[in-house]
């Protein structure tokens, strides 16, 4: 066996086993987000409630889907989201979201971004 037919080796099971961790990463990921959707929307009001941190949102689209909508964020990025929600407010600003509208009685904001115009 020479020197080069070895490295190939190596590289190829390296490769392999490279694929395979990223295979288990993707099949036990918790994360889907098949059926969201992304909208562009003005931020009517935030803050803490009884049972956790809101947002009313309305969809900007010239047939607007939701109109006053409430929302909910995501305990690992509430703060992030509350702070964006906020800066929108205080700017009148429009943010950009992606959320399944059909997931609960208030959805849970997956992606939240203030837009810049």
């Given at each position: 066996?020479t020197v080069r037919s070895?490295?190939?080796?190596?590289?190829?099971?390296?490769?392999?086993?490279?694929?395979?961790?990223?295979?288990?990463?993707?099949?036990?990921?918790?994360?889907?987000?098949?059926?969201?959707?992304?909208?562009?929307?003005?931020?009517?009001?935030?803050?803490?409630?009884?049972?956790?941190?809101?947002?009313?949102?309305?969809?900007?689209?010239?047939?607007?889907?939701?109109?006053?909508?409430?929302?909910?964020?995501?305990?690992?990025?509430?703060?992030?989201?509350?702070?964006?929600?906020?800066?929108?407010?205080?700017?009148?600003?429009?943010?950009?979201?992606?959320v399944d509208l059909d997931?609960?009685?208030?959805?849970?904001?997956?992606?939240?971004?203030?837009?810049?115009?």
């Amino acid at each position: 066996m020479t020197v080069r037919s070895e490295s190939c080796g190596r590289v190829k099971i390296w490769g392999c086993c490279l694929g395979v961790a990223l295979l288990m990463i993707f099949l036990v990921s918790p994360v889907v987000f098949a059926d969201s959707n992304w909208y562009i929307c003005s931020v009517d009001l935030a803050g803490p409630g009884k049972s956790g941190t809101f947002v009313q949102l309305t969809d900007q689209a010239e047939t607007p889907v939701f109109v006053d909508k409430w929302f909910t964020f995501p305990p690992e990025s509430l703060r992030e989201m509350l702070a964006v929600a906020l800066t929108a407010i205080n700017a009148d600003k429009k943010v950009a979201v992606a959320v399944d509208l059909d997931s609960a009685t208030y959805p849970v904001i997956e992606f939240f971004y203030l837009k810049a115009k």
